[in-house]
Structure formats: structure tokens, C-alpha cells
């Protein structure tokens, strides 16, 4: 069952910039710690950055200066704004986080099921 959705993928330009949101697909599930992966053909999964309840972030070494990752604990959703978009970018991003279940108080992680992004050069 899908918990988390992802949305905003597409083909771009190089240089061009595109937004990426990830949201819980119901409202009992609160999103905590939240994370976006990418993944590359034949390539790792790689950490893109990653945002606490408190709003601190940290990004992988690739993406510092060029994408920034937000949340908004209202919607319950988390962005992650890609500028200066390279063709080194092109894969398919996934939103991870730690889902906190309003009635049984528990802590479950989940992933979207993926967005994918293409940069054209």
C-alpha cells in the first residue's frame, strides 16, 4: 500500500529547474524525517538530502548549492526544489521518511514509489 506520493518529475533542460513534493497519502500518517534518494541506471542509490521535523537538512556532496529541500509540516509535505539541473541529475527520485501513525503511535518507515527526472543536455 502506498503510503508516500511523489510528484513533479519531467524532462528538462540543462540548466533548467524542476520541484519535486512528496506527501502522505492520508492524513493519520505524519511525515518525520524525510529524506530524497535518486537512482541512475546501473548506478547506486544515492542520498540527495534529507530534512528533520525541526527543519535541519543536509545534502549530498552533488547537489550542495543547487537543490534545496523544505517541508511543510501543515500539508504534511515534503519538496525538494532542483536548480542549475545537470544531466548528471537525470534518475528516478524517491521520497523516504519515517511515518508517524496518529492512532497507534507508531513509527514506520516507507519510500514513494518514484518520480523520474530527465535532463536533456
Known amino acids: 500500500q502506498v503510503q508516500l506520493v511523489e510528484s513533479g518529475g519531467g524532462l528538462v533542460q540543462s540548466g533548467g529547474s524542476l520541484r519535486l513534493s512528496c506527501t502522505a497519502a492520508?492524513?493519520?500518517?505524519?511525515?518525520?524525517?524525510a529524506h530524497w534518494y535518486r537512482q541512475a541506471p546501473g548506478q547506486q542509490r544515492e542520498l540527495v538530502a534529507s530534512?528533520?521535523?525541526?527543519?535541519?537538512?543536509n545534502y549530498g556532496e552533488s547537489v550542495k548549492g543547487r537543490f534545496a529541500i523544505s517541508r511543510d509540516n501543515i500539508k504534511n509535505t515534503v519538496n525538494l526544489q532542483m536548480n542549475s539541473l545537470k544531466s548528471e541529475d537525470t534518475a528516478i527520485y524517491y521520497c523516504?521518511?519515517?511515518?508517524?501513525?496518529?492512532?497507534?503511535?507508531?513509527?514506520?518507515?516507507?519510500w514513494g514509489q518514484g518520480t523520474q527526472v530527465t535532463v536533456s543536455s
Open positions: 523516504n521518511a519515517d511515518l508517524y501513525h496518529t492512532t497507534t503511535k507508531k513509527l514506520q518507515n516507507f
Open positions: 492520508t492524513n493519520i500518517f505524519r511525515i518525520q524525517i
Open positions: 530534512i528533520t521535523p525541526a527543519g535541519n537538512r
